[in-house]
């Protein structure tokens, strides 16, 4: 057994990170890159093989840099953590009390233009920059919340067979796949992520206090959101509409967002009070929002709906998030 440098806390041999305090582990005169397992220098910045700065998670103070010196460039909203009632009693049910931690969600959805510089294609089927990006799966969102991370810098969330790498999974599948459904999530990363189906929820009711909204930053869908009563059917343009009491933009309408959680119908009876990241190994993945082709009933806040994580459909987009802290 060792001991941790930063909190003195025993530590397995084969350790990367203390399982105490996220300080990662020096061994001898290196550290190694979670990400690329390049080992570094023990008081090295940034990765050498991969660029990524050398940190645990946020809150964390290593040697190394503070989670404040790190930029994005993505634009992100605090949500504030607090207490709120999820479901609506009836569809939704049953309602529950549930407690959400800090956290920093995209302004808007993931735009087209964003989603091509970083992965060299455009899906989508309504074309243009400023567009939010369509024909994206579950599978997609996983690998671009990763390629994002370590674009800016920042720990990657999503680990397949041991590998934070994307390029180390594979193709990304167009059927089932077991190896990429058995993702796991570093939520003590501070990189990119998908939100939790709690998280989505709390951010579009805009916070403690704002769940008495039937959609995202009020009851007039007109004003808020994209929907088949107002679209034409096609995509439009992000933050073209009112943002919720937290300045988020489009989370009533516009595409379906893809969540991390699977689905299950009586989840809401067992859910863990605090910070729930939904059940374990089921068929679908959640998605939330509602789009531009559908009714004003799907485009409610609390209203759930799931699919294959495969499937790609060109009403089918991504959010991103971060952890403010460790879940």
């Known amino acids: 057994m060792e001991q941790c440098v930063k909190c003195g806390a025993r530590i397995d041999s084969d350790s990367k990170y203390c399982d105490e305090c996220g300080a990662p582990v020096v061994n001898g005169k290196t ?6 397992e390049t080992e570094n220098r023990a008081d090295a910045k940034f990765c050498k093989g991969c660029g990524i700065p050398l940190v645990a998670m946020p809150g964390v103070e290593t040697p190394l840099i503070k989670e404040d010196e790190i930029k994005t460039s993505v634009s992100m909203v605090k949500v504030p953590g607090g207490s709120f009632m999820m479901g609506n009693g009836e569809s939704d049910a049953p309602k529950h009390k549930v407690q959400i931690n800090d956290f920093y969600i995209g302004a808007t959805c993931v735009t087209q233009s964003l989603w091509k ?40 969330c999503y680990i397949i067979n041991g590998s934070k790498n994307p390029a180390r999974w594979g193709c990304v599948p167009d059927g089932r796949d077991a190896k990429w459904d058995s993702v796991v999530c570093d939520w003590k990363a501070n990189g990119y992520r998908l939100p939790t189906e709690a998280e989505w929820e709390y951010a579009a009711a805009g916070g403690t206090g704002g769940e008495g909204f039937r959609f995202s930053g009020g009851n007039e869908i007109m004003e808020l959101g994209w929907y088949n009563g107002n679209s034409e059917g096609k995509a439009h343009d992000v933050a073209a509409k009112a943002p919720n ?24 009876n067992v859910c863990p009070e605090s910070n729930p990241t939904g059940p374990v190994d089921q068929s679908y993945r959640i998605r939330r929002g509602g789009s531009i082709f559908d009714r004003s009933h799907f485009c409610g806040i609390s209203c759930r709906f799931y699919y294959d994580p495969q499937m790609a459909c060109l009403n089918y987009g991504i959010r991103v998030c971060r952890s403010s802290a460790p879940l």
């Open 245 to 268: 009491r937290l300045g988020i933009f489009d989370m009533t309408g516009s595409v379906w967002e893809w969540c991390w959680d699977w689905y299950d119908a009586l989840y809401y």
């Open 117 to 156: 510089t970083l992965t060299g294609v455009n899906p989508s089927e309504y074309q243009g920059e400023n567009l939010p990006v369509d024909c994206v799966s579950w599978y997609d969102a996983i690998v671009f919340c990763n390629l994002l991370s370590k674009r800016d810098r920042l720990m990657p």
């Open 31 to 36: 550290i190694s890159c979670a990400y690329c």
